[in-house]
């Protein structure tokens, strides 16, 4: 098993800048792919960024590319996402998700492990 704690939400004026962090514990070897998604009320969870374990190659939703950057330090088995220019919609709970493959790109379906979420909230 893996274990995912998301830290770093908060409330933030539009054009304000936040850092989410993720710290995986237990099985930590078995993982592959790192991701981040997000999930407004009223609305299905969408995929934000990911980032194999290994290269480091990353992906992004068109709606974040520019603007949000994930990184991770493996020594610390912690991912990032920088999170700059905010606009009132990304205002959504940020979850954090591992899969144990970097085959394919990390989904909301075949993610295999799940943190709890961390709300970011961002001001007009």
């Known amino acids: 098993q893996v274990q995912l704690v998301e830290s770093g939400g908060g409330l933030v004026e539009a054009g304000g800048s936040l850092r989410l962090s993720c710290a995986a514990s237990g099985r930590t070897w078995s993982v592959a792919a790192m991701g981040w998604f997000r999930q407004a009320p009223g609305k299905e969870r969408e995929f934000v960024a990911s980032?194999?374990?290994?290269?480091?190659?990353?992906y992004y939703a068109d709606s974040v590319q520019g603007r949000l950057a994930i990184s991770r330090h493996n020594a610390k088995n912690t991912a990032y996402l920088q999170m700059n220019s905010l606009k009132p919609e990304d205002t959504a709970v940020y979850y954090c998700?591992?899969?144990?493959?970097?085959?394919?790109?990390?989904?909301?379906?075949?993610?295999?492990?799940w943190g709890q979420g961390t709300q970011v909230t961002v001001s007009s």
């Open positions: 980032i194999t374990w290994r290269g480091g190659s990353t």
């Open positions: 998700a591992a899969r144990t493959t970097a085959r394919t790109p990390i989904t909301v379906a075949n993610s295999d492990y």
